[in-house]
């Protein structure tokens, strides 16, 4: 009985030290998470306004002038970015972005797959580790952006992607991330990036007239690619909050069963006690009574 009673009190002990450990983490993510909303928030309505602009801009341009990177053809030879973290701990958030990039290939690029021309291209660790050891063919160059979370960094992934379109090594690209919306929600989407989408003009809608200083050509050689090249950044910083609010929320979550399982290790442990002491009692009753006898 005495080394049931130790047992259940290492226990205690250990899920106690793990109760603080999760309750630390999740402080940390919490004030990670501030900072990285406060980045996606700032960054997100630049990109946005910039990605429409592109889009109109490419929907509107006269046939006649040459857009390599909004060049649609048939789909050969894919590229996936998948955009996860280097570290774990925080539910199922990078198991959710495998996921979708894998069923992603699955449904749209199986035949391109089959004859080994989907190739994937990981931002974080945990992708990387995933696509390497499943046999994917893996652009292995720039995986650990998060480790130095700069626009630089991940401007170099975007280019190598823009390179491959324009150089044929890839007709489409395409982005797999989780999309920050608050620290308990993210949403896990597949975002085109090349080639750059058109935007499909509403029936009795004008088209957008456009004013081009210098000329239409040079204007837009400069700006696509640092607008393609934001977009990426974009994504990266909404991947970055949404694994730190998916760790706060697990850590949170590990904390409160780590309380249930505290609370019910202690009920265990008193009836274990309750029932050391009875027996005891039992047998100093029942010594003294047969002492009597």
């Not at 983490?25 to 306004?49: E, F, H």
């Not at 992708?127 to 626009?151: C, I, M, N, Q």
Request: charged letters at 25%.
């Amino acid at each position: 009985m005495s080394g049931q009673l130790k047992e259940v009190r290492n226990r205690i002990k250990s899920v106690t030290s793990t109760q603080q450990i999760t309750k630390a983490m999740k402080m940390v993510s919490a004030a990670k998470l501030r900072r990285a909303q406060d980045a996606i928030l700032q960054m997100r309505p630049y990109s946005r306004k910039l990605q429409e602009m592109l889009s109109n801009i490419v929907s509107s341009v006269s046939s006649d002038l040459s857009l390599p990177l909004a060049d649609v053809r048939p789909v050969e030879r894919v590229l996936i970015i998948p955009v996860t973290s280097d570290r774990g701990l925080c539910g199922g958030y990078n198991a959710n972005v495998i996921k979708m990039a894998v069923q992603r290939i699955n449904d749209e690029y199986a035949t391109q797959k089959s004859k080994g021309n989907v190739v994937i291209l990981p931002l974080g660790k945990k992708g990387f580790e995933y696509f390497t050891r499943h046999g994917y063919k893996v652009v292995a160059d720039f995986w650990t952006v998060f480790s130095d979370l700069t626009f630089d960094n991940v401007r170099r992934a975007a280019i190598y992607a823009q390179e491959g379109f324009l150089n044929k090594e890839f007709d489409r690209v395409e982005i797999v991330y989780s999309q920050f919306k608050n620290a308990a929600t993210q949403e896990f989407i597949v975002e085109p990036y090349l080639p750059i989408p058109k935007v499909e003009q509403k029936k009795g809608g004008k088209n957008i007239d456009f004013i081009f200083e210098p000329s239409m050509a040079s204007l837009l050689t400069e700006l696509m690619p640092k607008i393609l090249n934001t977009q990426v950044y974009k994504s990266v910083l909404d991947a970055n909050a949404s694994e730190h609010g998916a760790r706060m929320t697990a850590m949170d979550k590990a904390s409160e069963n780590a309380n249930e399982l505290i609370k019910s290790l202690k009920i265990s442990y008193n009836r274990a006690r309750q029932a050391a002491i009875t027996t005891e009692l039992t047998e100093i009753v029942s010594g003294a009574a047969a002492l009597q006898g």
